[in-house]
């Protein structure tokens, strides 16, 4: 079972994300504070991360910038949503490996985390 | 027809400068000609009389004794004295001719009818002079003289020519001064209408002029410093409130839409499942209503970007149709042609948009129908697209009119929602791609064209630009 990291501050959002992860079959970890992604990368191991773009005092492109330079996280696929779909035009810059704007269709999503699991 | 008021400031300066110094020098060599001309006159007047004195104090004697011959011998001694004198002539108390002297190859003197009673008179370059013979306050007759003046032909030409010849350099000087000094002043306003035009063109308001002047033009720059520096403040306020809204506005559209999608997928229930779907829709709607406004605030303060890339047109066509059918199965869209799988630069996503647009407007404004046509014309600069519907047209009068913010159809017998930004939003982002949008309508259905360039021409347009 394929697991996903999802990290938004919209608690709602969150939840949608993990009950519909959970029903196709994926191990969700949601996480709504960044403070806590080091920790759930350490213990939950993600294969891949879903990741805000703003999250409340940071930006999820830096944290992806960051997985990049670490041994660890480097090879962990992240997919960057947004309501700001102009972010889309910056996912190059942090190496994340798709971004989805909101709102996105559920059937959407799941296609895209598809195409990097698996 | 020239207008001086269409020529530019400096042009203005140039031409305003170079007219007063020739209208100056022009009055300041006219009276100098004048006064010049008229002193000569006078000189040669003043020695001609007193020239005319001495022949009629020589010719007294001869008068008293009629001695004709004498004052002939007198008058013909002229010849050598004064050989510019054409005519001279003595006539007695009576008025007659007494003696007469015409310079060989001149008719016979005559008493000139010219001067009427007065004492000289100048008649085109000549000099006429009549003096009396006076002994002891009794007149004795009259010295005639005529005097050819071939030097003041000579002078007034030669002042002429000099007054032409330093007119003209007068003119290239002045013309040259004008130009150093109009600078001084075009510079400065030439530069605030170069930076305003460029700002106008490309939205950038962050250029501000550097001027230490204290004249107007100075005010006239401050101000529009002043101006930019609140047109940029404005628009990062503007943007702030974009990024909030776009955030705010879509968070909770993004929570609706997903958990209505879920309730969907978990319901079976016919009645319940065909609610949900109403409400998707909906939330559908609402969503293209949301982006839309965004874009239009986008666009308003210059932050619609596009993501240039070079992709296929003809696949780009093929995928929104098949879209835009899984949505609306009332109708069919055929492809009368394919475009040779042209290549085009420009942002997918956005020409997408204005596919989808385009098309949706196609359907919802032909009810009742269930065809749509996409057409592809190619010419050397550019392709254009050609989406025709069979539905109610527009009138002619509205065919400008529907590319702009809020406009919504003035045709009330169907009701179509939204806000009315669809085609403006394609228009602003056709025109971004240099390319220009337009519709054709004869009262059953109307075909909406687009163009853009083909490759090579928008890569030469950019540089342009």
Request: hydrophobic share 40%.
């Amino acid at each position: 079972m394929n697991k996903i990291l999802v990290v938004d501050d919209d608690q709602d959002i969150l939840m949608l994300v993990q009950v519909m992860l959970s029903m196709n079959n994926f191990n969700v970890e949601a996480v709504s504070r960044w403070e806590e992604i080091d920790n759930a990368m350490k213990v939950f191991k993600p294969d891949l991360v879903l990741l805000d773009v703003s999250l409340g005092g940071a930006d999820g492109r830096d944290i992806c910038k960051k997985m990049r330079l670490e041994k660890n996280t480097e090879d962990i696929p992240v997919i960057l949503f947004s309501a700001n779909a102009e972010m889309g035009n910056s996912i190059h810059d942090c190496k994340a490996q798709a971004f989805i704007p909101k709102p996105f269709e559920l059937s959407n999503l799941l296609q895209t985390i598809r195409t990097y699991v698996n | 027809m020239f207008k001086f008021r269409d020529i530019s400031i400096r042009n203005k300066l140039i031409l305003m400068q170079v007219f007063t110094s020739v209208l100056v020098l022009f009055v300041v060599f006219g009276v100098f000609i004048y006064t010049d001309i008229n002193s000569y006159k006078v000189r040669k007047k003043d020695s001609i009389v007193s020239l005319a004195n001495v022949i009629g104090t020589n010719s007294i004697s001869t008068l008293q004794f009629q001695d004709q011959e004498a004052a002939t011998k007198m008058l013909a001694e002229l010849h050598n004295v004064a050989p510019e004198i054409i005519h001279a002539g003595i006539t007695d108390a009576n008025g007659q001719v007494f003696a007469s002297y015409s310079k060989p190859g001149e008719e016979t003197f005559k008493i000139p009818r010219v001067l009427n009673g007065k004492a000289y008179v100048f008649i085109n370059n000549q000099l006429f002079v009549s003096n009396p013979i006076m002994n002891n306050d009794q007149i004795l007759g009259r010295v005639f003289l005529e005097i050819e003046l071939s030097d003041l032909q000579q002078i007034k030409e030669y002042k002429y020519e000099l007054a032409a010849v330093l007119l003209s350099f007068a003119i290239v000087f002045s013309f040259l001064i004008a130009l150093l000094i109009q600078s001084y002043i075009s510079r400065r306003l030439l530069q605030l209408v170069k930076t305003m035009k460029k700002v106008g063109k490309t939205g950038d308001y962050n250029k501000i002029i550097t001027d230490d002047g204290k004249d107007e033009i100075a005010t006239l720059i401050q101000v529009f410093n002043k101006l930019m520096q609140q047109i940029k403040e404005n628009i990062e306020k503007k943007d702030q409130f974009i990024g909030i809204a776009s955030h705010e506005l879509k968070t909770p559209l993004t929570s609706i839409k997903g958990y209505v999608e879920m309730l969907d997928l978990m319901q079976t229930e016919p009645q319940k499942k065909q609610f949900i779907q109403k409400a998707l829709s909906n939330v559908n709607k609402l969503e293209r209503l949301v982006k839309d406004l965004l874009d239009v605030s986008k666009i308003q303060s210059g932050q619609l970007q596009l993501e240039m890339q070079e992709f296929n047109i003809d696949s780009l066509l093929n995928e929104t149709i098949e879209s835009v059918e899984m949505v609306s199965p009332t109708h069919k869209i055929i492809r009368t042609n394919d475009c040779d799988n042209q290549l085009i630069i420009g942002d997918r996503q956005r020409i997408e948009q204005v596919l989808l647009n385009l098309l949706s407007n196609a359907i919802k404004y032909s009810p009742g129908e269930n065809l749509i046509e996409v057409e592809c014309e190619k010419t050397e600069k550019e392709l254009i697209i050609k989406i025709r519907d069979f539905g109610i047209g527009i009138a002619k009068e509205e065919q400008l009119n529907i590319f702009e913010r809020f406009y919504r159809t003035k045709d009330l017998s169907m009701h179509i929602s939204g806000f009315g930004l669809g085609l403006y939003i394609c228009r602003d982002i056709i025109r971004r791609h240099y390319g220009k949008i337009w519709v054709e309508s004869t009262g059953k259905g109307s075909v909406f064209h687009f163009s853009l360039p083909i490759k090579h021409s928008l890569q030469t347009q950019q540089t342009v630009v």
